[in-house]
């Protein structure tokens, strides 16, 4: 088969067929007007010259001199968490949960204009007016849930998850991670002549198919809905609220937790934004200040290295892209087996464990890189389709300057569209400054660097300004965002939650948004690995805030452990008491969170003959698996383990030793029944 006109950056036949396909989902999807325009966050900046570069030659010159300059250190190999010179002490997950966000709301569909970024007599727009936006401005997860993304064929209130290609080997470098189900490509459509539909994913956004580390973690979002269905029950439309809440609950309490800082999120989450606020959901638009700058800090994290699996650690992010169906073929013509392959093979299904820590902390995932002005080595080197250097064959010998570079790409990008330095917004926002001598400091010592930075320190292009006040020796030191970076990402994610479907500050306020984390998104996705795989769900982590499955069974083995709680499903603040008293009484680590150690100290192994409270949780796991709607069709909650609740418990031991062998029938709910029942197995 011949290669497909697939770009493995976003060449302008790319982005041409993206954005049509976006178009004509957004239209699918009952969006009125599928653009959504960009503009301003300060347009009274734009009054004063003085306020941007300066509109000449030289200053594209200067530009393109700079973005070479950023070239990162080497990296040291990711392995075994081993954190290296320039890693940051955030799991590389965030990267592309960072991507995946972008995809969910800015799309400037003129970004493939290369000849034109590539002319040396490239001038600022005089109006935005031309660019769209082809994104709704929602976290919506619409990148997960509308266009051509189908439904399971058995339930439709489940997403469809594609089935990996099998090799039938256990041997490295061709085995499937351990624990890892069928299921665990995205869905696909069959292999074609055409390029724009060869193998491509069924998805609503087809830039999540473009490298495999945004490709997998979109599929942990199907499998994550799929497991909420499970736990919860409900509709389609209950779940998919559900999904956006959480969604956006990672975004404001987790993402932004570990990108921002916490000064300034705390402000922000406590009293909302100070500087850009807006009021109605029809006035939204997507701020150029953001999407052409201050959210491009994510560019900085990227590895060129990846600890992917027990197959490929460490392997290149190029070769990430190549098994992917937008951008290479899902790995055919490589060189590497198989090679011929309908779906992902399934030696490259990721571990997420390298790239996030458990919900309870542990674990050592590699790290992203930390926020400065350094990008690393992949990201000069962006390929075409062909696998050439973006722009090496064009006739005009500007493009390959820029094409390859990311930062240069960026830098001009931000000229172009007449961005207001970072002075000029440091200024606005009323924060501290940095200019001259200070912005040299904040950089990274390398000479080439700052003195390609010296035309720029008075008037800095802003993108350049957050990452240089990110990677400040003298504030954020790479860990997070300066307080001008922190502001503008924390205050425009703020506003676009606020005006989403099911928004978690639908009122206008952000104290009552309860942390959830993406560690705890991919532990509810891996659920349906580990119900099909042969192993037990690990112990669910849960704490003030939940309500749903297993609070009640926890409230009666708090009750049975002699804390004296009322039993009504709700994880509030007796509850968190209780679990406070109840780890204290243990010698527990005390946080009020319910995950492995204090699971393991409250369940009390019982059989035939036992009562009291713990016989009572057991019971109440078996009402949650009452489909019937009527609870006198289950178990009575009447803490006596007679013959019918010892039949129940067999019942479920024999159904789960189909899949796990090693489970015992014994009708005893010892520590590994109860870990099966309170995970939630078997329940959908
Ligand atoms: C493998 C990782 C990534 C690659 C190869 C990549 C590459 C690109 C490229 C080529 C562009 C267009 C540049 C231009 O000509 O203007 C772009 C745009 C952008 N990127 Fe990335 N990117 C990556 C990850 C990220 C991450 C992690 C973030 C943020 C956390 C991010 C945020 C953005 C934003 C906001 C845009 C502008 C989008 C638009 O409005 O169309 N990217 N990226």
């Given at each position: 088969?011949?290669?497909?006109?697939?770009?493995?950056?976003?060449?302008?036949?790319?982005?041409?067929?993206v954005?049509?396909?976006?178009?004509?989902?957004?239209?699918?999807?009952?969006?009125?007007?599928?653009a959504?325009?960009?503009?301003?966050?300060?347009?009274?900046?734009?009054?004063?010259?003085?306020?941007?570069?300066?509109?000449?030659?030289?200053?594209?010159?200067?530009?393109?001199?700079?973005g070479?300059?950023?070239?990162?250190?080497?990296?040291?190999?990711?392995?075994g968490?081993?954190k290296?010179?320039?890693?940051?002490?955030?799991?590389?997950?965030?990267?592309?949960?960072?991507?995946?966000?972008?995809?969910?709301?800015?799309?400037?569909?003129?970004?493939?204009?290369?000849?034109?970024?590539?002319s040396?007599?490239?001038?600022?727009?005089?109006s935005?007016?031309?660019?769209?936006?082809?994104?709704?401005?929602?976290?919506?997860?619409?990148?997960?849930?509308?266009?051509?993304?189908?439904r399971?064929d058995?339930?439709?209130?489940?997403?469809k998850?594609g089935?990996?290609?099998?090799?039938?080997?256990?041997?490295?470098?061709?085995?499937?991670?351990?624990g890892?189900?069928?299921?665990?490509?995205?869905?696909?459509q069959?292999?074609?002549?055409?390029?724009?539909?060869?193998?491509?994913?069924?998805?609503?956004?087809?830039?999540?198919?473009?490298?495999l580390?945004?490709?997998?973690?979109?599929?942990?979002?199907?499998?994550?809905?799929?497991?909420?269905?499970?736990?919860?029950?409900?509709?389609?439309?209950?779940?998919?609220?559900?999904?956006?809440?959480?969604?956006?609950?990672?975004?404001?309490?987790?993402f932004?937790?570990k990108?921002?800082?916490?000064?300034?999120?705390?402000?922000?989450?406590?009293?909302?934004?100070?500087?850009?606020?807006?009021?109605?959901?029809?006035?939204?638009?997507?701020?150029?200040?953001?999407?052409?700058?201050?959210?491009?800090?994510?560019?900085?994290?990227?590895?060129?290295?990846?600890?992917?699996?027990?197959?490929?650690?460490?392997?290149?992010l190029?070769?990430?892209f190549?098994?992917?169906?937008?951008?290479?073929?899902?790995?055919?013509?490589?060189?590497?087996?198989p090679q011929q392959?309908?779906?992902?093979p399934?030696?490259?299904?990721?571990?997420?464990?390298?790239?996030?820590h458990?919900?309870?902390?542990?674990?050592?995932?590699?790290?992203?890189?930390e926020?400065?002005?350094?990008?690393?080595?992949?990201?000069?080197?962006?390929?075409?389709?062909?696998?050439?250097?973006?722009?090496?064959?064009?006739?005009?010998?500007?493009?390959?300057?820029?094409a390859?570079?990311?930062?240069?790409?960026?830098?001009l990008?931000?000229?172009?569209?007449?961005?207001?330095?970072?002075?000029?917004?440091?200024?606005q926002?009323?924060?501290?400054?940095l200019?001259?001598?200070?912005?040299?400091?904040?950089?990274?010592?390398?000479?080439?660097?700052r003195?390609a930075?010296?035309?720029?320190?008075?008037?800095?292009?802003?993108?350049f300004?957050v990452?240089?006040e990110?990677?400040?020796?003298?504030?954020?030191?790479?860990?997070?965002?300066?307080?001008?970076?922190?502001?503008?990402?924390a205050?425009?994610?703020?506003?676009?939650?606020?005006?989403?479907e099911?928004?978690?500050?639908?009122?206008?306020?952000?104290?009552?948004?309860?942390?959830?984390?993406?560690?705890?998104?991919?532990a509810?996705?891996?659920?349906?690995?580990?119900?099909?795989?042969?192993?037990?769900?690990?112990w669910?982590?849960?704490?003030?805030?939940?309500?749903?499955?297993?609070?009640?069974?926890?409230?009666?083995?708090?009750?049975?452990?002699?804390h004296?709680?009322?039993?009504?499903?709700?994880?509030?603040?007796a509850?968190?008491?209780?679990?406070?008293a109840?780890?204290t009484?243990?010698?527990?680590?005390v946080?009020?969170?319910v995950?492995?150690?204090?699971?393991?100290?409250?369940?009390?192994t019982?059989?035939?003959?036992?009562?009291g409270?713990?016989?009572?949780?057991v019971?109440?796991?078996?009402?949650f698996?009452?489909?019937?709607?009527?609870p006198?069709?289950?178990?009575?909650?009447?803490?006596?383990?007679?013959?019918?609740?010892e039949s129940?418990?067999?019942?479920?031991q024999?159904?789960?030793?189909?899949?796990?062998?090693s489970?015992?029938?014994?009708g005893?709910?010892?520590?590994?029944?109860?870990?099966?029942?309170?995970?939630g197995?078997?329940?959908?």
């Open positions: 088969m011949r290669r497909v006109g697939h770009g493995q950056t976003r060449d302008a036949t790319t982005v041409e067929a954005g049509n396909r976006l178009r004509s989902l957004a239209v699918g999807a009952g969006v009125a007007s599928a959504t325009s960009f503009g301003y966050m300060f347009p009274e900046l734009q009054q004063d010259e003085a306020n941007v570069l300066k509109p000449e030659r030289a200053t594209v010159e200067a530009l393109r001199t700079l070479a300059a950023m070239t990162d250190v080497p990296e040291v190999e990711p392995v968490g081993a290296g010179p320039g890693d940051s002490a955030t799991p590389a997950i965030y990267t592309y949960f960072g991507q995946f966000l972008d995809h969910d709301i800015t799309f400037d569909e003129t970004s493939a204009g290369m000849p034109s970024l590539a040396l007599d490239l001038a600022p727009l005089s935005l007016s031309g660019l769209r936006n082809s994104r709704t401005l929602r976290l919506d997860l619409d990148s997960v849930y509308e266009g051509s993304a189908p399971d058995a339930d439709p209130r489940k997403m998850i089935p990996v290609e099998r090799l039938n080997s256990s041997n490295p470098p061709l085995a499937r991670p351990p890892k189900s069928d299921a665990n490509d995205l869905p696909r069959g292999r074609s002549e055409d390029p724009s539909t060869d193998r491509a994913a069924l998805i609503g956004d087809p830039r999540n198919d473009e490298n580390i945004v490709s997998q973690l979109h599929l942990a979002f199907l499998k994550a809905h799929n497991s909420l269905v499970d736990e919860i029950g409900g509709d389609f439309d209950a779940v998919r609220s559900e999904m956006r809440r959480r969604y956006q609950r990672i975004v404001l309490t987790d932004l937790a990108i921002c800082d916490p000064a300034v999120l705390s402000d922000v989450m406590t009293n909302g934004p100070r500087h850009w606020r807006i009021e109605s959901g029809s006035d939204v638009f997507m701020p150029v200040e953001f999407a052409a700058a201050a959210y491009r800090f994510g560019h900085s994290m990227i590895r060129t290295l990846y600890d992917y699996n027990l197959n490929f650690s460490p392997t290149d190029g070769t990430l190549t098994f992917t169906a937008l951008s290479g073929q899902l790995g055919e013509n490589i060189g590497l087996p392959t309908d779906t992902l399934e030696n490259w299904v990721i571990e997420w464990e390298r790239f996030v458990a919900p309870d902390g542990g674990g050592t995932p590699q790290m992203a890189r926020i400065d002005a350094r990008l690393t080595d992949f990201t000069f080197k962006l390929q075409n389709t062909f696998g050439d250097l973006e722009g090496a064959n064009d006739p005009d010998p500007n493009v390959v300057h820029v390859p570079r990311l930062a240069v790409r960026n830098l990008r931000g000229y172009l569209m007449r961005l207001p330095t970072g002075q000029a917004v440091a200024n926002l009323g924060e501290p400054v200019s001259g001598e200070a912005l040299v400091a904040a950089l990274p010592p390398v000479e080439a660097l003195a930075a010296r035309p720029f320190v008075d008037r800095t292009p802003l993108w300004y990452l240089a990110a990677g400040d020796p003298n504030g954020a030191k790479g860990k997070h965002l300066g307080r001008v970076g922190s502001r503008l990402v205050e425009v994610l703020w506003n676009l939650v606020r005006h989403s099911d928004s978690v500050l639908a009122d206008g306020a952000s104290s009552h948004v309860e942390r959830y984390t993406l560690s705890e998104l991919i509810l996705a891996a659920r349906r690995d580990n119900a099909v795989s042969g192993s037990i769900i690990p669910p982590v849960i704490r003030v805030g939940h309500r749903n499955h297993p609070v009640r069974t926890l409230q009666h083995l708090l009750r049975a452990g002699g004296g709680i009322t039993v009504d499903g709700v994880f509030g603040p509850t968190e008491a209780a679990v406070t109840f780890q009484s243990k010698g527990l680590s946080d009020g969170i995950g492995p150690q204090t699971w393991a100290a409250l369940i009390i019982v059989r035939q003959g036992s009562t409270d713990a016989v009572r949780g019971q109440e796991e078996f009402q698996r009452n489909q019937s709607g009527d006198s069709n289950g178990l009575q909650v009447d803490g006596i383990f007679g013959p019918q609740t129940a418990v067999r019942g479920f024999q159904a789960l030793s189909l899949a796990v062998p489970m015992a029938v014994d005893i709910v010892g520590p590994v029944t109860w870990r099966a029942l309170v995970s197995m078997l329940a959908g």
